[in-house]
């Protein structure tokens, strides 16, 4: 592989450029034979294609609003997403925030899609073996919550 040390910057940046193209010119000479339907099933639909999608059991209230002007953002879970467990996360007071978190005391995180407020327990870790739990968090360092909420990946909290 090559560095941006071995070249400039911008001839770094040409050659993957060009590494880019490359592959963007293979794939569409190997698409071309493909059927919309097929192609499709291999590399998505492309932007700016236009998707019919039809809505049940839509309040009353939706329609009579409805501003053709103003888009419309879909979201959806997955299966594992709509199911509920323990998540343990790395937490850390924020500085401006005033006052010291307290267990089982409210919160509201933001996790994906949803929004939600549930009642952290935090806890650090002895040796390596066991999570203590702690009345409060530490006042400059990281502690681990659990809470009850929609079980998610690692790193997929925005």
């Known amino acids: 592989g090559t560095t941006a040390d071995e070249f400039g910057e911008d ?8 590494m880019i193209q490359k592959q963007l010119d293979i794939n ?5 034979q493909l059927d919309e339907r097929q192609r499709v099933a291999v590399e998505g639909y492309k932007a700016g294609k236009y998707a019919k999608i039809i809505l ?65 327990v935090y806890s650090i ?11 409060y968090t530490p006042e400059h360092m990281h502690c681990f919550g659990t809470f009850t909420g929609p079980s998610s990946r690692p790193t997929r909290a925005s």
């Open 125 to 135: 870790s002895d040796s390596r073996t066991r999570n203590r739990m702690l009345k």
């Open 56 to 120: 049940e059991g839509v309040p009353a209230e939706f329609v009579q609003k409805f501003d053709a002007k103003t888009p419309i953002i879909l979201g959806g879970l997955t299966p594992t997403e709509e199911r509920f467990g323990f998540v343990q996360v790395r937490i850390k007071r924020h500085r401006w925030h005033k006052k010291i978190l307290k267990t089982n005391d409210p919160l509201i995180f933001s996790l994906g899609w949803r929004r939600f407020q549930t009642l952290p």
């Open 11 to 18: 001839d770094w940046y040409d050659a993957q450029k060009a």
């Open 28 to 32: 569409k000479a190997e698409f071309e």
